[in-house]
Nanobody, 125 residues
């Protein structure tokens, strides 16, 4: 059984940094994609960043240059380092996994089939 568990959210002032962590366990797929998706109140879910099993990454335009996604050697722990946070980054952040993922490119938000419970990030101005 696959489990996805996030941690690391919190409340910070604009301009500060946070690091989100996620553990994806219970699978043995060699081809997969792990991502971070956020949802602010009243807005649709937005894919923030993703990393595939080859180490390729992608970012939403709104976070390029500020956020970095990386994983550990086991490739089942996608971290999201968020620098220069802005009030508009305030949202619930979800870790998501597409298991397996064998197509070219990265999943749309609705294509992830495993989700964590979410961790809140609040950025004050």
């Amino acid at each position: 059984q696959v489990h996805v568990v996030e941690s690391g959210g919190g409340s910070v002032q604009a301009g500060r940094s946070l690091r989100l962590s996620c553990v994806v366990s219970g699978h043995q797929y060699s081809a997969y994609c792990l991502g971070w998706v956020r949802q602010a109140p009243g807005k649709e879910r937005e894919g923030v960043a993703a990393i595939d099993s080859d180490g390729m990454t992608t970012y939403a335009d709104s976070v390029k240059g500020r956020f970095t996604i990386f994983s550990d050697n086991a490739n089942n722990t996608p971290y999201l380092k968020m620098n220069s946070l802005k009030p508009e980054d305030t949202a619930m952040y979800y870790c998501a996994a597409a298991l397996p993922w064998v197509v070219r490119g990265f999943p749309k938000s609705y294509e992830y089939n495993y989700w964590g419970q979410g961790t809140q990030v609040t950025v004050a101005s």
